[in-house]
T-cell receptor, first 113, second 112 residues
Framework: GEDVEQSLFLSVREGDSSVINCTYT??????LYWYKQEPGAGLQLLTY?????DMKQDQRLTVLLNKKDKHLSLRIADTQTGDSAIYFCAEIARGSTLGRLYFGRGTQLTVWP | DAGVTQSPTHLIKTRGQHVTLRCSPISGHKSVSWYQQVLGQGPQFIFQ???????GRGNFPDRFSARQFPNYSSELNVNALLLGDSALYLC???????????FGSGTRLTVV
């Protein structure tokens, strides 16, 4: 559960959809999370998905999980300038230290008006 | 409801000094974790405490220590500070281990 990979940058135009991708290495991961970090701030939990699910939707956010490819994605519909931030994918591996989240390096999302 | 609160928000220390960072979890949350986030990186796990016991430690030197109090608040202590300890230190709390963790706004530590 130590290698969570994300692309570093994504730019979209306001009103378009954003898709942020993440790959993880631990096939036994139980929970997978998406966090948002605005400049100078802490982490805001956006959503999480349990490993026995394929999809989860929450308002403008859709999480897709492909367990075979160990691929997680976050789709933001109707992206707004306020969505500009760094987005982190994180996992908790089955059997790992309780509460130990493994984070990717984060994807910087820039939304252009 | 108050979220996870951390103090201080910013701190400047000199190499070799000691620092104590504090965290108050959300009321009712018994699990507290500490993370270090260096600029440009994702957070790295330092410690987790659950019901006042250490349940996990990341790959950090013994200069880093922590404890959890009966009211579930927590302190992170770092001795003999190095320039490389400059980072955002984040505290996270959860009602049950493995559920979604709620993070505080962090303490920005600068070592000069």
């Amino acid at each position: 559960g130590e290698d969570v990979e994300q692309s570093l940058f994504l730019s979209v135009r306001e009103g378009d959809s954003s898709v942020i991708n993440c790959t993880y290495t631990d096939s036994s991961s139980t929970y997978l999370y998406w966090y948002k970090q605005e400049p100078g701030a802490g982490l805001q939990l956006l959503t999480y998905i349990f490993s026995n699910m394929d999809m989860k939707q929450d308002q403008r956010l859709t999480v897709l999980l492909n367990k075979k490819d160990k691929h997680l994605s976050l789709r933001i519909a109707d992206t707004q300038t306020g969505d500009s931030a760094i987005y982190f994918c994180a996992e908790i591996a089955r059997g790992s230290t309780l509460g130990r989240l493994y984070f990717g390096r984060g994807t910087q999302l820039t939304v252009w008006p | 409801d108050a979220g996870v609160t951390q103090s201080p928000t910013h701190l400047i220390k000199t190499r070799g000094q000691h620092v104590t960072l504090r965290c108050s979890p959300i009321s009712g949350h018994k699990s507290v974790s500490w993370y270090q986030q260096v600029l440009g990186q994702g957070p790295q796990f330092i410690f987790q405490y659950y019901e006042k016991e250490e349940r996990g430690r990341g790959n950090f030197p013994d200069r880093f220590s922590a404890r959890q109090f009966p009211n579930y608040s927590s302190e992170l202590n770092v001795n003999a500070l190095l320039l490389g300890d400059s980072a955002l230190y984040l505290c996270a709390s959860s009602p049950i281990a493995r559920q979604g963790y709620t993070f505080g706004s962090g303490t920005r530590l600068t070592v000069v």
